[in-house]
C-alpha cells in the first residue's frame, strides 16, 4: 500500500476518540506547541507545521494563546481535503496569521517566504519514513528554523524503538533537548521537544527531506502515525 491509497482523511478519525493513541499524542504535542509558542521571543512569531493534516496540533492551541496575534503561521498539507478542513477551522477560530497550504510538505520549496520559524511542528512524519530520512530531514530542519526555534517531534515506540536514534540525531545537528515522552499509559507514544542551539544555516530550497513509506513491513498502524 502506498501513502497514495492510504486514506489521510479517515485515518484522522481517531482524534475524536480520547482514549486513542491518536488523541492521547495529540496532548503532548499541543503542549509542546504552547511552551514553544510562550518562549518565543518578543514580536512576530513564524511558525511551521510540516505535513500539517487537519491542523488540530496549531489549532488546538493557538486561538486561546496569549501569542496568537503575534503569530504568522504556515501549515503544508498534501491531501487537499484535510488541508480544507484545516482552512475551515482557521476561518472558525478568526486566526488571520494562519495560511494553509496543499502542496508536498518533504519540499524545503513549500516553505519559500515562511523561514526562519520560530516554532516547527513536526507531528505524524517519522513513523512514516526510512531511518535515513527521518535523519536527513533532523540534519535540514535548522535551515527552517530561526535562531532559538523549538521543533516538536513525534514518533511511535513500538519496537524496535527508534527515539533514542532520534534523539542522537537532533543533537548532531545541533539541537538540545527540553523534554521527551515516555510511554503514555498503555501506548507506546514518543513525543518530544528541542531547541535549536547553533546558528541556523541558510534556508535551501530546491530540496526534499523525506519521502513516506507504507510497505506491508513500513506502514504504521492505525493511530500511531
Known sequence: MTDRQRDWVDWHAPYDDPESPLARR?????????????AAP??????????AGQGRDLLGVL???????????RLVELDPRNAQ???????AAGVAGVEVVTG?????DAYTNATPANLVVAAGIFGNVPDA??????ELLPTLCAPGAVVVWTRNRRPPDRTPAIREWFTGAGFGELWFSGPVGDTWIGAGAVRLERDPPPFRPGLTMFRFVATA?????????
Open 133 to 138: 530520512d527521518i535523519r536527513r530531514t533532523i
Open 42 to 51: 518578543p514580536g512576530p512569531v513564524r511558525v511551521i507545521s510540516v505535513c
Open 104 to 108: 508536498d510538505a518533504a519540499a524545503t
Open 85 to 91: 478542513v484545516a482552512r475551515d477551522a482557521v476561518a
Open 26 to 38: 495529540l496532548l503532548l504535542v499541543q503542549a509542546g506547541i504552547a511552551e514553544g509558542l510562550a
Open 63 to 73: 486561538p486561546d494563546h496569549p501569542r496568537r496575534d503575534d503569530v504568522t503561521a
Open 217 to 225: 513491513r513500513d506502514a504504521t498502524p492505525r493511530g500511531y502515525r
